[in-house]
Nanobody
């Protein structure tokens, strides 16, 4: 199994910055992709940003230019630097990890609240 432990988040004013981190522990599977998803009240969970073990990244259009995802393969850790935060960024942010094993295995963190006040 793989455990994902998230840290960061909290309350920030609009225009401010926050950082999230997520560390994957457990050596059962090699993690090939890590990502951040978020879910606001009454809305579906959506992809925020993802990074592969080779360094490829992709972002939701709503966060491009404001959020940066990075990773440390040696530490199996992924980071999300969020800047120019908006009230609509308010959500529970979840860390996600995927192992390209057979079958593919997916792991989720417990979630961390990000609240942006206007």
């Amino acid at each position: 199994q793989v455990q994902l432990v998230e840290s960061g988040g909290g309350l920030v004013q609009a225009g401010g910055s926050l950082s999230l981190s997520c560390a994957a522990s457990g050596s059962a599977f090699r993690i090939n992709r890590m990502a951040w998803y978020r879910q606001a009240p009454g809305k579906q969970r959506e992809l925020v940003a993802a990074i592969t073990s080779s360094g490829g990244t992709n972002y939701a259009d709503s966060v491009k230019g404001r959020f940066t995802i990075s990773g440390d393969n040696a530490k199996n850790t992924v980071y999300l630097q969020m800047s120019s935060l908006k009230p609509e960024d308010t959500a529970v942010y979840y860390c996600h990890a995927m192992a390209y094993s057979n079958p593919v295995r997916i792991f989720w963190g417990q979630g961390t609240q990000v609240t942006v006040s206007s």
